[in-house]
């Protein structure tokens, strides 16, 4: 038990190379499925945290603007899982900063409570173990347990907390992520699952389906097997996608640029260069390709009709505490 302070912890975005979607228990938010992804150098939240006792409540700023509603709940419960654990009660003043478009399908919520969990429990005087942390970050938003981890990451099923499973340096991989014009404000990631559980006929099948896939993807990663790691992320995020196509009223995060960006990359495979894309719950694209690949595939993505912005990363660290020397 050191002394409580004020820290910035930062953590990286990832994105789901076999994904998660739906829940095998609410409350605990425990994935109905198992999970891998990417941690992402290029995308990051940046968390000040200090304990101040003079606060009745915690203050909760994220990127400028004072969080209320649901947002600022799904905070303050994060912190009392931290104050539960580090046995403290002192409230926290939190400034939350992303260098992303916050709850785009960029993954802010990701990075963000990973940066929390490890900001609060620095800031109350308490390190907590990075497992207790990844269980933590996963209650609050079950992606944001594997951006406590750098390079490919599992949320296996049932678990509470995330793991490391592959270093990023071990195969640089890249990401180039094709960012479409926003459309009207997209149906939050836990709001479409709940619906896609309560009535998508294709819900179950993606249930059972996913563990296979999720294998299949670590064993590509594992074997540094990149064609069989593309088809397989490919058909995790359009198997997802179609849980949701198929719901009632139909929930479709992708646009017509998304549709153009995925034709692109399947053009760009014709033409020999190997690229494959994976979509969460927005219009994004983002396209995995190998380091050489990388200038060609994102120049390809930023002349198609209705891509703004390309971002190109390589795989990110795992979260961390800034120095405050
Ligand atoms: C499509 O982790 O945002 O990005 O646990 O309800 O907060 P909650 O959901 P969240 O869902 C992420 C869904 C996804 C796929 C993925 O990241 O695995």
Redesign the pocket.
């Given at each position: 038990m050191t002394t409580p302070r004020s820290v910035t912890a930062v953590a990286h975005a990832n994105i789901?190379l076999a994904?998660?979607?739906g829940k095998a228990d609410d409350r605990e938010?425990l994935p109905a499925v198992p999970?891998l992804?990417l941690t992402l150098e290029a995308l990051r939240s940046r968390t000040s945290v200090s304990a101040d006792a003079s606060l009745t409540e915690d203050a909760v700023s994220l990127d400028g603007a004072l969080a209320t509603g649901r947002a600022r709940e799904r905070v303050v419960r994060l912190l009392d899982d931290v104050r539960a654990l580090t046995e403290t009660k002192l409230r926290l003043r939190v400034e939350s900063h992303n260098d992303f478009p916050t709850a785009s399908g960029l993954?802010s919520?990701?990075s963000g409570f990973a940066a929390l969990a490890l900001g609060a429990s620095h800031a109350l005087g308490r390190p907590l173990p990075v497992a207790t942390l990844s269980s933590v970050a996963r209650r609050?938003?079950?992606?944001?347990a594997r951006s406590l981890f750098g390079g490919f990451v599992a949320l296996r099923l049932g678990a509470a907390s995330a793991e490391p499973v592959l270093d990023g340096a071990a195969w640089p991989l890249v990401m180039v992520i094709a960012v479409t014009a926003m459309g009207p404000k997209s149906v939050s990631?836990?709001d479409g699952?709940r619906h896609t559980l309560a009535t998508s006929p294709y819900y179950p099948t993606w249930v059972t389906s996913a563990p296979a896939l999720f294998a299949e993807v670590e064993r590509a990663v594992l074997g540094r097997d990149f064609e069989t790691l593309g088809a397989a992320i490919e058909q995790s995020a359009l198997m997802?996608h179609a849980s949701m196509l198929a719901a009632r009223p139909a929930l479709v995060y992708f646009s017509p640029a998304t549709l153009r960006a995925m034709e692109r990359v399947r053009a760009l495979r014709r033409e020999g260069t190997l690229a494959f894309y994976t979509m969460?719950?927005g219009p994004h694209v983002k396209v995995l390709c190998q380091e050489a690949d990388a200038p060609s595939v994102a120049a390809a993505l930023a002349l198609v009709e209705g891509v703004e912005r390309v971002i190109v990363s390589a795989a990110g660290p795992a979260a961390y505490v800034e120095d405050t020397a």
């Open positions: 789901a994904k998660y979607w938010n999970s992804s993954a919520s990701a609050a938003s079950a992606s944001a990631s836990t699952m997802m969460d719950a």
